[in-house]
């Protein structure tokens, strides 16, 4: 099933479009023949993954050490749910410990064309991104995991009293917006980025302010990490990763006053991707309505954990009753259906920090 993406819509996973999925990667010194062996093993893995269509292997013919892996899936959800997957982060391992370097890009397929494309042909029911979407060049990423219970009050204030970083990361990157928000013992940081997400997220993790306050939750933490080991930073960063799959905004001006909320949608199990997309659904319909109070919405998704982050005209109120467009008795029913602990589920979230940086000279 797809949606007829508005033109409000800069980001989504759900239009049914090819998925087209680049790993850049830059090897260790000699580990070239270590490294195809390990993609040997994972592309036979893969082969059966549902929604995987190929892959092509390439290495630079400038730079031996210099590689890069490209792969083609019939849609996005598809591609998250494997690459989400406790499977996957466990077929890359080995993988992972031959590069220095490891940067994934996710694009969805606008066109095909040339001579290997003009004879008529089927792509597995495959289709195309319908048309170029519009955005104002930002990145939306976030992460989660959880704390151990009882130590949430202590996690809330160290996570709220460190230093802002700085904003800017290099000529053409630059961290705009922090929010961190928690329900229960449940933490999750929305970033936005102006240019290459991977590069502003290696630059906040080297900042000292940073590292003192992920060295001071580390005793908290359910899931222990050790953070100055490559290895280990690199797999609890992966299970953390709680990717956007889907933004709406209104267009024009933002009014003065204009609050961010967090809500928390604990899916059934297996329901998570049927949760975003449900939420999709409404945001895409309410940014239709000229006196909706939400401005932007995004839906971050990773297996059934789902969160909606709200940029919302005025105070809350008592719009969290209806879930913020969710009123009504049929979509609550909907909604009841796929999440866990319903009909109390969503749960706000307590917003924790919220920093922007400052408007550039």
């Known amino acids: 099933m797809t949606t007829t993406l508005s033109e409000r819509v800069s980001q989504s996973a ?3 479009s090819m998925l087209r999925v680049v790993l850049l990667m830059d090897l260790h010194e000699g580990a070239q023949q270590r490294f195809f062996e390990a993609y040997e093993r994972l592309r036979h893995d893969i082969a059966s993954v549902p929604g995987h269509l190929g ?11 210099q590689w890069l892996i490209t792969s083609e899936w019939e849609s996005a ?4 749910a494997w690459v989400n997957s406790e499977e996957h982060a466990e077929q890359v391992k080995p993988l992972g410990a031959c590069a220095r370097s490891m940067r994934p890009l996710k694009f969805t397929v606008l066109r095909e064309t040339g001579r290997r494309y003009d004879a008529p042909h089927v792509r597995f029911g495959a ?3 319908d048309a170029p979407r519009l955005g ?22 160290i996570l709220s009293s460190y230093s802002s970083p700085a904003a800017r990361v290099d000529d053409h990157t630059r ?5 961190l928000f928690m329900h229960g013992n449940r933490v999750v940081r929305a970033v936005e980025v102006q240019g290459d997400l991977t590069a502003a997220l290696r630059h906040v993790s080297e900042q000292p302010e940073v590292r003192a306050v992920e060295h001071a939750i580390n005793p908290y933490l359910e899931q222990d990490r050790d953070l100055s080991d490559p290895e280990s930073a690199r797999m609890f960063f992966m299970r ?8 709406v905004e209104a267009q024009g001006p933002q009014p003065d006053r204009v609050t961010r909320h967090a809500l928390f949608y604990p899916a059934k199990p297996g329901c998570g991707p049927l949760v975003a997309r449900f939420l999709a659904r409404q945001d895409e319909a309410a940014a239709k309505i000229p006196t909706s109070p939400v401005l932007s919405s995004s839906i971050f998704q990773r297996d059934d954990v789902v969160v909606r982050l709200l940029d919302v005209t005025g105070p809350a109120d008592g719009r969290f009753a209806g879930g913020f ?24 979230m307590d917003l924790i920090t919220d920093r922007r940086a400052p408007a550039q000279s």
């Not at 989660?144 to 202590?154: A, D, L, M, Q």
């Not at 961290?175 to 929010?179: A, Q």
């Open 136 to 157: 104002e060049g930002v990145v939306r990423h976030a992460l989660t995991f959880t704390v151990k219970p009882g130590s949430e009050g202590k996690v809330a204030e």
């Open 325 to 348: 467009g969710m009123g009504g008795p049929r979509k609550a029913a909907v909604l009841d259906r796929l999440l866990a602990g319903a009909p109390q589920a969503p749960h706000p």
């Open 127 to 129: 289709r195309l991104q």
């Open 175 to 179: 961290l705009l917006r922090t929010s």
């Open 55 to 65: 892959d092509q292997l390439c290495q630079s013919f400038e730079n031996p050490s």
């Open 14 to 16: 759900f239009d049914g």
């Open 240 to 247: 953390a990763g709680l990717p956007a799959v889907h933004h």
């Open 77 to 80: 959800p598809q591609y998250l």
